[in-house]
Structures are given as structure tokens and as C-alpha cells.
């Protein structure tokens, strides 16, 4: 089959490319699988970094737990580097649009330089690109543990991708 070069090239502008490996994104899809459950049971968001240790392997630090709806991750040890970051959403909570990472989620990952990884209630799994505020959900509803109350969509659709802009507009449209 013949790829028309035009068409090649829209294709590719179209979808972003992702700077996270199959490692890292293996790695936090079973980090997710063990901490949303637990996130969702204490109605805590849970958080952390991807880190790559002096060695060269790709790890996670030490986990904090912080409130309903924010977490302060503990400093990384020295010799460590961050890859990303990463935090659940807690559990799911009336007029609560924690199906998507919030503005505060990825201007903080954008600021610190580093993509971020999100997990929601309703068992999604978010990347957020920390250089162009660009995130997609690696995978839908219910790819991860879910909230046993979670009421689907109550803030409307919830898309595969957005751009910080288009977040800024969910979150003011209400």
C-alpha cells in the first residue's frame, strides 16, 4: 500500500510524540494498579517520581500521601534524577472533575520541567507532556482499579487528549 507523503505528514503532526519508554510507562501502569485501590479506599491522592537511580534504573521514590485533593512529593534522594512525576486523584467526589488532570496538575509538571502521570477515580490513566502541557490518556475508563461510587462523566465528556488551553476552557465552561 502506498502512503501518500502529504497525508503521511499530517498524520504525524496530528498525534504528539511521547517522550515516556515502554519501561516507564509499564512501570507506572503497575504502580497505578496497586496505588489507585488504595488512594480510592483512604479518599487521598498518593504521589511521587518516576526516578532513574545512579545505576541507571528506573524506579520509584519514597510515596506520600497528602489530603482529598492535593499531595506534596518528599525531595528524591541524592544521586537519583526525576524522570516524571506521578499522583492519583483519590477517590470520586460530587462537583469534583477529577476525571482529568487539573490546570494546577500540569503547569506544576511544566514548571519542574519533568511529564507527570496521572491516575482518576474512574480508573484512567493520563501522561502529560511537561514541555508542552500537551496530555493524552494512555488509557480509558476503567484500565486501572476504580472507584466502587464513581459516577461516570458527571462533568460532561471526557476527551482523549487536550492541550492546557483546551483544560483552562473545561474547567472555566462551568
Known sequence: MRVFPALFALLTMAVPATAQSVEET???HALFRSMNPQSIAHNREVCGYVVRSPAGELGISKVSWG??????????????????????????????????PSTIDVEGDMQMGVNGWVA?????LW????????MYQV??????????????EEHGPVEKRYTLAELRRRFVGR
Open 139 to 152: 488509557c480509558g475508563r476503567e484500565c486501572l482499579p476504580t472507584d466502587p461510587g464513581f459516577y461516570p
Open 26 to 28: 509499564e512501570l507506572v
Open 120 to 124: 482518576t477515580p474512574g480508573g484512567r
Open 127 to 134: 501522561f502529560i507532556d511537561g514541555q508542552s502541557g500537551f
Open 67 to 100: 489530603s482529598p485533593a492535593a499531595c506534596a512529593t518528599i525531595p528524591v534522594e541524592p544521586g537519583f534524577t526525576i524522570v516524571s512525576s506521578w499522583h492519583t486523584h483519590a477517590a470520586w467526589a460530587q462537583g469534583y472533575d477529577g476525571e482529568v
